[in-house]
């Protein structure tokens, strides 16, 4: 036991002093501590330091450590420090404004609960809307058709073809049709060649990108280059009138003098719509006899892009069988012309019928009274046949007769349409509530609804009609040559009355008898 009792008062830290007299020669010794004390007093009791100061550890502390002061540890005044901390924070004790960026975080993200985005949303990656990959199902839809559109499918089933009659060119071709000449070889020696359209020369305003050569037309790809190093194919179009020999601007090759299947080709031209033509005006060698060459010469417009190797011919001039130093070829629109004709050679008028020979280049209807038997038969607008049409054995009549009708709303079921029942089966299943769906975002269902599936090969379209510039069919084409009116008009082609002077109409009924009935 301790000397004395446990502290119970504030009093100064422990002084042997106060506790006996010290060991031999006035020293503290250990023999005089272990002698008089157990342990020092703070272990035996709660001790009050005032203004006391510890440089060490405070170590096996069992209770409580109070101040009413401050605590300093290494100048840091710990009681000041903690007076400047958070209190501990609980559910609901913050607000979202006291956390810095949250309200704009949480602006930024999607309700998932459902709700609409404003703005615009990029997905650099995919977007899934249940199981399906709405990128995935995009990159298979057909890009919009326009009137630009070359499409390549397997079939075609419509209630209505409308295949247009207006016949867009990009190539001339200047050839012997029937191997004609007016001359003892076929060697090709002109001046110049004009188109003009909308009163402007289009051969000499894009000369520079036009692709013009020598070629033979049964190796049209091949050119076979000019007799002279001095001139070149394209001087055709050059709007210069004259060359070295003062009567000609292009010559064919002098080796192919003996070959009526040399042509010259010029391609390149801005895709024009043949009917928009007003006149092609060619210039003739002037040299004598030279001009006795243009005999059974013509002039052919292909379109290209459409036809690559040129067998599909959209309009032509006759051969040419006068001889002349200028030919002039109206087209359609040569009453549009405006710019004034002239009687001399020009590159910025069209040369008048006085100075010129003139042919107009008709492409109306030509009817057949009667059959007709042929191997092909090209034609630039329509065919209206009047009896029957046969291919080979098949009576084409009969055989739409024998075709499915008009398909109302309805009248299919899911099975009856090949590949769609396999179709919908790979789409999303019904979205649940929660879920993101197609109608949360926005645009996207109107967008898929517009599309078409990518048309190939293999596709069979079915569609009310269809306009195209081009229709090419590889294997065969039925068609409904059946005349439909929705319209009747009563009126006096010739002027002619049974009374001078005296124009009305009156009637009394009009009636039209279908079926039994009148309609």
Known sequence: ????????????????????????????TIDYLKSSFLEFPVAQGNTTLVGTSVFGNISQQQGDFSTTGDLLVNDVN?????GTKQDTIGNGDLDIAFTSGLQTALDNKYDDTGGTINGNTTISGDLVVGTTNIISEIDTKQDEITTATNLIFNSLSTTQLFVNEFLYFDTIVIRRPSNATGYSDYVINLRELQCWVNNVNILADNS???????????????DISVEYNLTQASDIHNNIFTWAF????????????????????IKNIPTTLIDSIQSLVLYNSTGGILNER????AIELYNEENDPTLINLLASTNEISVKRDVYRFDFNSIDSYTSGFVDEDSITNIVSESYAFKEVVNRDVTIIDGNITCHTINTSGNVDVGGNLVVGTTNIITALNGKQDTIEDGDLSISNTSGLQSSLNGKQDTIEDGDLSISNISGLQTALNDKQDEITTDTDLTLNSMTTDALIVNHSLSVDTRKYFDTIVLRRPTGLTGEAGDFYIALRELQVWIGGSNL
């Open 246 to 265: 003062g009567n000609i601007s292009i010559h064919s090759p002098s080796e192919y003098s003996d070959d009526p299947d040399v042509v010259l080709i």
């Open 1 to 28: 036991m301790s000397i004395y009792n446990p502290p119970s008062k504030t009093q100064g830290i422990f002084n042997p002093s106060n506790y006996g007299g010290l060991g031999a020669g006035g020293e503290i």
């Open 208 to 222: 520079e990108n036009l692709i013009t050569y020598f070629a033979l037309w049964s190796d049209k790809e091949n």
């Open 78 to 82: 710990v009681i000041t420090e903690i």
């Open 294 to 297: 243009t005999l059974g010469l």
